[in-house]
């Protein structure tokens, strides 16, 4: 841009006389440190390379993260000609944006690095370049666009986190694993170019050397999950409680910033560049959008949380031991049974059981149908040659077609206004029972109880409202409708991190705990210290005393028994029984 501002020689003189500058800054103003260590051996500096892994597994963190970095800033702008015609100046002004970005968020990566821990940061940073590199392969700006910044966002955060570990890893060689890292770094930066060069040469595109950086971003954040994260978890047990909550505060914002910058993606893939995203469902967009970012923080800060965390490891973990076809059938069997059919609610009260179904189908269809609309994953239009045949159309791509004014285009139509129904007669069941039922009234409350169900009802009226409006009423008051409507969604998607819907996502959760119970019973059984009866699971006795002093409880006991959970309930009881008296003895003199 400058060069076709200024002209070419303008632009290096200017580039020299700032190199000049800086020298005579640096010759002015540096200064050597006042202390210096002894310094090492050739040999002595080159034996951490042979010593230990770990100084290549940041090396080749680097080697992706400031190697993509430099190989975007030099190969961008004859990319961007190459690919999609732009002139010089305009594709210099946007690698320009590219650059700006990576820098800006670097010293970002090193400050979420000293709060959250640099191996999670680079756990984010390699899983979210995955798709969005994968995006670079798209024949498209916009999405192009879309992952170049997401990747430029990423790359800089994970070139501070790499510099937050090389101190921490090696304090005393952090010169000569620098040096190493930072090497490996800038041969990062020239290899990207060869590999899309040589797959535009023998192939004609470039794509596939997108994907090879999606898969080696892929294949580094295994190797983080496997190598750094254990060290990282092992050092925050460590940690006092306060700095751990911050640090677990910090860890699910920049999840769910992750997360809903991969759902911005998708909708702007989804919807074709946004060719097929209806202007008029922005707003919803927009709500999704935000209730996505609070959905993802709330439950990672709830996943986190010792007891939590501990049942959801252990429910992964249950799952590979069993096996691939073996652990999936176990989860489905389960799912069916305590997501599906919800017996567990059933053995409970019947009238309590159709109540839950009621409302989870009839909300589940309402988001099986809005999302991909307002999203623009499906589209609606009619055929050239027959205006009676509606073509489905999922990502761009028709699906199905339908004729209208038959009974499947009836059901399309009224999908929405099913799912009301659905909703509405189990907020019917539910108000029936809190009215009648002694228990549900005396622990009832108006924000966990009655405030979710106000907002679906008032969603299911004000949409069953809309569709009277345009069959019956030639559209009277069909604006005013719609906004009301459009409040009361947005209400409730506000509303759901935050209350009583939030259970919804915490739900699947239980499958996990279901396995791990199914696990205690097959398993190994504790037995009291005392009285020697099985009493529990072995597992649930271990993971006990491992959670209890996390959250602040210490069960040590003086003597063999050691810790207070491994007596049985019974015992627990006749020791409370004996306690008591003895201190009344011992009061009395």
Request: aromatic share 14%; glycine share 10%; hydrophobic share 50%.
């Amino acid at each position: 841009m400058l060069a076709a501002t200024l002209g070419v020689s303008a632009v290096f003189r200017g580039a020299a006389a700032l190199l000049v500058a800086w020298a005579v800054v640096f010759v002015l103003c540096a200064r050597d440190a006042p202390t210096r260590g002894r310094p090492q051996s050739l040999a002595g500096m080159f034996a951490v390379f042979t010593r230990t892994r770990l100084s290549w597994i940041l090396a080749s963190f680097y080697f992706l993260t400031f190697g993509g970095f430099v190989a975007f800033s030099i190969y961008l702008p004859s990319l961007l000609r190459d690919e999609f015609g732009l002139q010089p100046a305009d594709a210099g002004f946007r690698t320009a944006g590219f650059v700006v970005l990576a820098t800006l968020v670097r010293p970002l990566g090193g400050w979420l690095s000293d709060r959250i821990g640099g191996a999670r940061v680079l756990s984010a940073v390699f899983l979210g370049v995955t798709p969005f590199a994968v995006l670079l392969g798209w024949p498209s700006m916009l999405p192009f666009s879309v992952g170049a910044l997401g990747c430029a966002a990423l790359l800089g955060l994970g070139n501070g986190a790499v510099f937050k570990l090389v101190p921490q890893y090696f304090a005393e060689e952090t010169a000569t694993v620098t040096g190493l890292v930072g090497a490996m770094g800038g041969l990062g930066g020239f290899f990207p170019p060869l590999v899309l060069g040589f797959f535009r040469d023998h192939t004609g595109v470039i794509w596939p050397g997108f994907v090879l950086l999606a898969l080696a971003s892929l294949a580094l954040w295994r190797v983080n999950h496997q190598v750094l994260l254990p060290r990282q978890e092992a050092l925050e047990l460590s940690l006092p409680a306060e700095l751990a909550r911050t640090a677990d505060r910090f860890r699910a914002g920049a999840w769910a910033t992750l997360w809903t910058g991969l759902l911005v993606a998708a909708i702007v893939v989804g919807s074709r560049n946004l060719e097929n995203f209806d202007p008029a469902l922005v707003v919803y967009t927009f709500a999704v959008v935000f209730a996505a970012w609070g959905v993802v923080y709330h439950y990672n800060v709830w996943i986190l949380k010792p007891p939590t965390r501990v049942y959801w490891q252990r429910g992964w973990e249950l799952y590979r031991r069993a096996g691939l076809m073996r652990g999936t059938w176990r989860v489905l069997g389960v799912a069916g049974t305590h997501l599906a059919a919800q017996t567990f609610i059933r053995r409970r009260s019947t009238l309590r059981w159709w109540m839950h179904q009621l409302i989870f189908w009839g909300c589940l269809l309402a988001v099986l149908i809005t999302f991909p609309l307002v999203f623009g994953w499906i589209s609606f239009g009619s055929r050239p040659d027959d205006q009676m045949t509606y073509v489905t159309y999922l990502f761009g791509f028709p699906a199905a077609s339908f004729r209208i004014r038959t009974l499947v285009s009836w059901l399309l139509f009224h999908g929405l206004d099913i799912s009301a129904c659905l909703v509405l007669g189990g907020i019917g069941l539910s108000l029936w029972r809190r009215m009648r039922d002694p228990g549900a009234r005396a622990l009832q409350a108006f924000g966990m109880d009655f405030l979710p169900v106000i907002l679906l009802f008032a969603i299911c009226i004000t949409g069953l409202a809309l569709t009277v409006s345009q069959e019956w009423l030639r559209g009277e008051f069909y604006s005013f409708l719609a906004i009301l409507h459009a409040v009361t969604v947005i209400a409730a998607l506000v509303y759901l991190p935050f209350g009583k819907f939030f259970h919804i996502f915490q739900r699947p959760a239980q499958l996990g705990v279901k396995l791990y119970e199914r696990a205690g019973q097959e398993g190994e059984s504790a037995r009291c210290a005392r009285c020697g009866e099985g009493f529990a699971s072995r597992m649930h006795i271990d993971d006990l005393k491992e959670v209890l002093p996390q959250v602040g409880f210490r069960y040590q006991m003086p003597g063999p028994t050691g810790y207070w959970q491994e007596l049985c309930p019974a015992c627990k009881r006749k020791s409370l029984a004996v306690t008591q008296m003895r201190l009344k003895e011992n009061s009395r003199g």
